[in-house]
Nanobody, 128 residues
Framework: QVQLVESGGGSVQAGESLRLSCAAS????????MGWFRQAPGKEREGVAS???????SVADSVKGRFSVSKDNAKNTLTLQMNSLKPEDTGMYYC??????????????????????WGLGTQVTVSS
């Protein structure tokens, strides 16, 4: 069983930045694809960004140019850098890890069905 713990959420003003981190409980755990999802009140959970084998990444169109994803393999930590935040970025942000051995591609990596392990989430609130 792999546990994922998110951190770095908070309340900021529009235009500011936040950096989210996700730490996996098992240092030996290696996933072919890890991702960030978010869910705003009353809305479905949506994929934000993913990081996979060979450093391949995917970022949702809604955050492209503002958000970036990276992974520190030595620390087994996934990071989401969020710049130029907007009120519509408000929501609970979740980290997820799949059991896939390789990155499944741009579109598939942002779908919930490929992910087996989920963190409890960290809240991001952006005010105007």
């Amino acid at each position: 069983q792999v546990q994922l713990v998110e951190s770095g959420g908070g309340s900021v003003q529009a235009g500011e930045s936040l950096r989210l981190s996700c730490a996996a409980s098992k240092s030996s755990y290696s996933s072919g694809c890890m991702g960030w999802f978010r869910q705003a009140p009353g809305k479905e959970r949506e994929g934000v960004a993913s990081f996979g084998t060979y450093g391949r990444t995917s970022v949702a169109d809604s955050v492209k140019g503002r958000f970036s994803v990276s992974k520190d393999n030595a620390k087994n930590t996934l990071t989401l850098q969020m710049n130029s935040l907007k009120p519509e970025d408000t929501g609970m942000y979740y980290c997820a890890a799949s059991q896939l051995p390789v990155w499944p591609g741009v579109r598939e990596s942002l779908t919930q069905r490929i992910y087996k392990y989920w963190g409890l989430g960290t809240q991001v609130t952006v005010s105007s």
